[in-house]
């Protein structure tokens, strides 16, 4: 689902979710030399968090860094995503696994 949210609109829903945010950023459309180096840092991170506990939070694009939500999704993790306005007007294409809603 796609919805603009305030700043203090984002904060709330998070904070009541109670849980530590692990933010991952990255290049989108550019892509990665090494995909699969991606995987394996990020698989590496994730295996020292708690899915109870922690929220990943990344960009929205299906390319590039948005590789992890699937990742994370697979280990059990709640997923969200935040992307500029911009995004959405211009017809970007956001990631199916992100998480129920993206913000601007």
Same mark, same amino acid.
Do not use: H, N
């Given at each position: 689902m796609v %919805?603009? /949210?305030? /700043?203090a609109t984002i904060q709330a829903s998070v904070r009541g979710q109670g849980k530590v945010v692990l933010t991952f950023v990255g290049y989108?459309? /550019?892509?990665?030399?090494?995909?699969e180096r991606? =995987?394996?840092?990020t698989m590496r991170i994730l295996? %020292?968090?708690d899915p109870a506990r922690t929220l990943i939070n990344? @960009?929205?694009t299906a390319e590039? !860094? @948005? /590789?992890v939500y699937a990742l994370a999704k697979q280990r059990g993790f709640t997923t969200i995503g935040i992307v500029s306005s911009l995004a959405r007007d211009r @017809? !970007?294409?956001t990631s199916e696994t992100g @998480? =129920?809603?993206w913000s601007g």
């Open positions: %919805r603009d /949210a305030s /700043a989108s459309g /550019a892509g990665y030399e090494s995909p991606l =995987t394996d840092q295996e %020292r968090q990344s @960009g929205a590039g !860094i @948005g /590789a @017809g !970007i294409v @998480g =129920t809603s």
